[in-house]
């Protein structure tokens, strides 16, 4: 009996003692983890690109690497430990591919949206249209973004189909042309249209003089001859001087005497 018990104590010592160290081992582990893990973390926040990346992706990629980096610690204390870790490496596997078919769409969306914040497409206060919206945007979320219409609605558009499409940004150069097609009568004195064009934009101090205003002969159309009539402004004025230049032409080229012709039928009857 006092055998047993001998043997029956030299196993729990024997347990203890492989336990402690690896209990130890593992304590040790953990805290020069923690360590590396804020080292890490500081030196990818010194990185010059990082450095230029806006706030709210740069604590995005901060959160994901400081999970990878705790999960990837449990798992070497968990070996440390003595715990199978296929087992452990196999339930994460699991879960994560559990999450990603559960969260397609808005892992789409989170994808164009580190695309969109990353790469810089177009910024807050631009006007966009991506051929199904358009609007100034106020706001470029991870998951989705938001645009403001000319009549001031709002609108949010996932992510995820904005990183996939043609988006054309209105406000990405400093100017912005104009193009206006203006019909004139075919009797009237082309260099005398001309003429009164080109003073309708020198005389508005919002059109810019370098690119300078072009007034081309476009087109013979069926009922008038057509000019392309082309002008520079900066982007804040453009609506503002895209209608003033509606009216102002058609007041100046009804003040100059040449019209505006409508569309004509001309009808022949035989008569017998």
Request: charged residues 20%.
């Amino acid at each position: 009996m006092e055998d047993k018990l001998s043997y029956l104590f030299q196993l729990l010592m024997d347990f203890a003692a492989s336990f402690g160290a690896r209990l130890l081992g593992a304590i040790l582990i953990l805290i020069i983890g923690f360590r590396l893990v804020k080292w890490v973390l500081k030196l990818v926040g010194k990185g010059k690109k990082f450095s230029a990346l806006p706030e709210n992706v740069k604590t995005l990629i901060i959160d994901l690497i400081k999970v990878a980096l705790y999960v990837l610690l449990i798992v070497i204390i968990a070996s440390t430990m003595g715990i199978e870790t296929a087992s452990i490496s196999a339930a994460i596997a699991s879960a994560g591919l559990a999450i990603g078919l559960a969260m397609q769409g808005s892992l789409s969306n989170f994808a164009g949206g580190i695309m969109i914040l990353v790469f810089h497409p177009f910024s807050v206060g631009d006007y966009i249209d991506d051929g199904s919206h358009a609007g100034t945007v106020t706001d470029i979320g991870i998951f989705y973004t938001t645009l403001l219409t000319v009549d001031n609605k709002t609108i949010t558009i996932p992510n995820g189909s904005l990183s996939n499409t043609a988006v054309t940004d209105y406000n990405a150069k400093e100017n912005r042309r104009i193009d206006l097609t203006i019909n004139v009568a075919y009797n009237s004195d082309i260099a005398k249209v001309k003429e009164v064009l080109y003073a309708v934009a020198e005389a508005d101090e919002r059109i810019l003089k370098d690119p300078a205003p072009a007034v081309l002969l476009a087109q013979h159309g069926e009922n008038a001859l057509s000019f392309a009539y082309r002008v520079w402004v900066k982007n804040e004025n453009y609506w503002d001087v895209n209608f003033d230049l509606m009216e102002k032409t058609k007041l100046a080229l009804d003040y100059s005497g040449i019209k505006i012709p409508y569309n004509q039928l001309d009808v022949h009857i035989d008569q017998k």
